[in-house]
């Protein structure tokens, strides 16, 4: 009877213990404190990354000499951003911390992207419709562009057994719409890491 009872209390316990071991914990962080617990791109890459990339085309004579030919700041449009790692990354945000970057360093401004620019045209032509005519705004009367940001992200994965090391490259141009000549390449290789997983105990 004694062993059967404590066989109950042990079961018990351990039933409490897997229980109270499950139970899920939200803890918030600053926004700058680094997490990494995969291995996998995160948002201090991103940083990092956006950090050199700026710093480079921001540097770029070209979009100083813009300026001084035209008497305006240079028009600049996000075209196609790829990821071409294999894993998912999500490559809006890379060129929506850049545009911000760029818009607030007063070097250049940008004009929306095609798919924005649909959701615009289709309020200025309702206006045409329903607004006062005073207040409306005229259609045809967009910033062309004058250069277009595309890029990409590429990674190299090496495994061997429990160790896994994800090297990622960035890669960015700005680009003359009307001649398509490159005027400025930049290039991030810094994102480097090494993950070992954990052995498993039982």
């Known amino acids: 009877m004694k062993t059967k009872l404590f066989c109950l209390v042990c079961v018990a316990l351990l039933v409490m213990v897997m ?15 680094e997490i990494d617990l995969t291995g996998e791109w ?12 700026l710093d480079d085309c921001l540097s770029s004579p070209r ?9 305006r700041l240079p028009y600049i449009v996000v075209g196609n951003f790829r990821n071409d790692s294999e894993e998912h990354i999500d490559t809006s945000i890379i060129t929506s911390k850049m545009q911000k970057a760029i818009i607030d360093s007063g070097k250049a401004d ?19 419709a329903w607004s006062n005519y005073d207040s409306a705004k005229s259609v045809a009367n967009e910033e062309a562009a004058d250069y277009m940001l595309q890029g990409s992200v590429k990674s190299i ?3 061997n057994g ?3 090391v994800r090297t990622y490259f960035v890669y960015c141009e700005l680009v003359d719409i009307e001649s398509a000549v490159i005027v ?10 090494v993950f070992t997983q954990a052995s498993v105990r039982w």
């Open 157 to 159: 994965v090496q495994k």
């Open 110 to 128: 940008f004009i929306v992207d095609i798919k924005r620019r649909q959701e615009t045209r289709s309020e200025i032509m309702d206006q045409q």
């Open 19 to 33: 229980v109270s071991s499950c139970t899920s914990s939200v803890q918030r962080l600053s926004s700058d404190v």
């Open 162 to 164: 429990k160790k896994t």
């Open 184 to 193: 400025w390449t930049g290039e991030n290789s810094e994102i480097k890491k």
């Open 42 to 53: 995160n948002d201090t890459d991103v940083s990092i990354v956006c950090s050199s990339l």
């Open 63 to 71: 979009l100083a000499k813009f300026e001084s030919e035209n008497g």
